[in-house]
């Protein structure tokens, strides 16, 4: 896997949630706009200059911000994409391999990123669990959806892998699902980009960052956020997404904490989702 990462830096474990809620007494209780978030991680993204599949300063860049916010009290789920290693779409009908299969290789591929993901979490000290959408237990948790509510509120970070478990979907559908099932507040997706461009700013500099958007606007104007079953699960549940920058330091921090960041979709800026207390 090309040169050796940096040696990983060994922090003091996190103090617990429990430790936590003693230290902070009613009135300097800390108010964020999210209680509990679902953040999308795309495996293209994890793989940060491309030069291997997996970049363990990106990781390791994830797991300081998660645990800054899971400090605050703030539950983290996340689903891990796959695309790094391998996307079904693109291989399907190649050499014979029909979609399905291509498919469940594809979401196999989430469950490497998922596997990488929690030991850099748990190496400086975030108690993590990672569940798979069918069953690998000698490597992870089957999904329950009321064990992961349990691990969120014992303050564990919950990495949701193997997107739906079904083939021709995608892990943005499976973040939109597991957002709907826990309960929580916001899908946040974070990519490679600033958020949604009125045109792709890759292909032209004049493209403009929208700040909001409505789910109509994505759906419409097709703009390419998220595939179309994911958007319509978000809207049909009034899920507000937000698209932002992960390589930018603190943007996930800001993006957890319900600070503006990247294009919001779905809801105000000060809608009562973003105004609402955490607990
Ligand atoms: N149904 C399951 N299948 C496979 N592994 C599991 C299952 N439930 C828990 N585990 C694993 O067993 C270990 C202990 O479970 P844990 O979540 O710490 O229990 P508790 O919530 O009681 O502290 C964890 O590594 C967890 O991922
Ligand atoms: O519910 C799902 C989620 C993912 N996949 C497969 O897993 C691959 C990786 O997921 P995705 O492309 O969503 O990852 P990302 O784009 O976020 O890196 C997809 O291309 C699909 O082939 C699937 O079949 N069903």
């Not at 603190?250 to 294009?263: F, L, P, Q, W």
């Amino acid at each position: 896997m090309g040169s050796s990462p940096d040696p990983i830096e060994f922090r003091k474990p996190i103090p617990s949630r429990a430790h936590l809620e003693l230290s902070m007494n009613e009135n300097n209780k800390a108010s964020y706009k999210w209680r509990r978030v679902l953040l999308k991680v795309s495996g293209e993204a994890l793989a940060g200059d491309n030069s291997q599949n997996i970049d363990p300063k990106i990781t390791m860049a994830i797991a300081r911000e998660v645990a800054a916010v899971t400090r605050l009290g703030i539950e983290v789920a996340l689903v891990v994409g796959g695309g790094n290693i391998f996307r079904g779409s693109s291989w399907a009908g190649s050499s014979g391999l029909d979609r399905s299969s291509a498919d469940y290789i594809g979401m196999l591929a989430t469950v490497m990123n998922a596997i990488f993901l929690q030991a850099t979490m748990e190496s400086i000290g975030i108690p993590t669990r990672v569940q798979t959408a069918f069953r690998m237990s000698e490597v992870a948790e089957p999904y329950i959806r009321r064990r992961a509510v349990r691990h969120l509120e014992k303050g564990r970070v919950v990495i949701f892998a193997a997107g739906t478990g079904n083939p021709f979907f995608t892990t943005d559908t499976a973040a939109a699902l597991r957002c709907a099932e826990i309960n929580a507040e916001v899908v946040l997706k974070a990519t490679n980009v600033d958020g949604v461009y009125d045109d792709d700013p890759k292909r032209n500099p004049q493209a403009r960052l929208h700040d909001t958007l409505t789910y109509q606007d994505v759906t419409s104007r097709d703009l390419s956020v998220m595939d179309m079953t994911a958007i319509t699960l978000c809207q049909e549940n009034n899920i507000p997404v937000v698209v932002f920058n992960l390589n930018k330091p603190g943007n996930i921090e800001k993006a957890i904490k319900g600070e503006r960041v990247g294009t919001l979709i779905g809801a105000s800026r000060n809608s009562t989702v973003y105004e609402h207390e955490n607990i």
